[in-house]
């Protein structure tokens, strides 16, 4: 990074005309979102900002609302026939996590019944090795690569050391999921592979953290 500018949080009402100033005044050619709270407003904007000759490269908007909400996320796999594991807004498996959520905040393991589920779906677990899949696709939704790795140590959700890999199931799997949903620039998507194949789990529709 060359430089930064500290900006309003996002919920803040100047946070936007504070980004176009900082935009206009630097001349900047390209924008790439990276934060989840943001994304469906840099989607909705991209058109205005393309007039002052910035593209912000991120995927439609409706894109973006299916893959930043873990139940609507659950259901586009099974749309595109992708596995994934069992998903429910019920509390019925041990795993409870934020509908909309970023890292491992919110996260828990609860045998609970009586948590209250406003917000949040239960999950069965996965075993077996994690991957995250960094993908870059063009404006037409054509992959130029997909890169899976192993997410050798995580740090409060994040992966902080990784291993390349080749996977031609995840690989094809995912050119599957492209075929049916738009997606645009860097992207990445989780899934688990043990000796029952594959399960996808979440795509984050940005640049990975």
Same mark, same amino acid.
């Given at each position: 990074? @060359?430089?930064?500018?500290?900006?309003?949080? #996002?919920? @803040?009402?100047?946070?936007?005309?504070?980004?176009?100033?900082?935009?206009?005044?630097?001349?900047?050619?390209?924008?790439?979102?990276?934060?989840?709270?943001?994304?469906?407003?840099?989607?909705?904007?991209?058109?205005? &900002?393309?007039?002052?000759?910035?593209?912000?490269?991120?995927?439609?908007?409706?894109?973006?609302?299916?893959?930043?909400?873990?139940?609507?996320?659950?259901? #586009? &796999?099974?749309? #595109?026939?992708?596995?994934?594991?069992?998903?429910?807004?019920?509390?019925?498996?041990?795993?409870?996590?934020?509908?909309?959520?970023?890292?491992?905040?919110?996260?828990? !393991?609860?045998?609970?019944?009586?948590?209250?589920?406003?917000?949040?779906?239960?999950?069965?677990?996965?075993?077996?090795?994690?991957?995250?899949?960094?993908?870059? &696709? @063009?404006?037409?939704?054509?992959?130029?690569?997909? !890169?899976?790795?192993?997410?050798?140590?995580? !740090?409060?959700?994040?992966?902080?050391?990784?291993?390349?890999?080749?996977?031609?199931?995840?690989?094809?799997?995912?050119?599957?999921? #492209?075929?049916?949903?738009?997606?645009?620039?860097?992207?990445?998507?989780?899934?688990?592979?043990?000796?029952?194949?594959?399960?996808?789990?979440?795509?984050?529709?940005? !640049?990975?953290?």
């Amino acid at each position: 990074s @060359d430089y930064y500018f500290k900006i309003p949080k #996002a919920e @803040d009402s100047k946070l936007w005309v504070d980004l176009t100033r900082i935009i206009r005044e630097n001349n900047i050619d390209f924008v790439l979102p990276s934060f989840d709270g943001t994304l469906e407003e840099w989607s909705e904007k991209k058109e205005c &900002f393309r007039k002052e000759n910035t593209e912000v490269i991120i995927s439609p908007k409706e894109t973006i609302k299916l893959f930043t909400d873990k139940w609507l996320t659950y259901n #586009a &796999f099974r749309e #595109a026939g992708l596995p994934s594991p069992k998903t429910s807004r019920k509390k019925k498996y041990s795993l409870v996590k934020p509908r909309k959520g970023r890292g491992s905040k919110g996260i828990k !393991i609860t045998d609970n019944d009586l948590v209250n589920m406003d917000g949040y779906v239960s999950q069965e677990i996965l075993e077996g090795q994690e991957l995250t899949v960094d993908c870059l &696709f @063009d404006k037409e939704g054509i992959p130029i690569y997909i !890169i899976p790795r192993m997410r050798l140590k995580i !740090i409060d959700g994040k992966s902080v050391d990784g291993k390349i890999v080749k996977n031609e199931l995840v690989v094809s799997l995912i050119k599957k999921l #492209a075929e049916k949903y738009h997606f645009i620039g860097p992207i990445n998507i989780q899934c688990f592979i043990n000796s029952d194949g594959v399960s996808f789990i979440e795509v984050n529709p940005r !640049i990975g953290g």
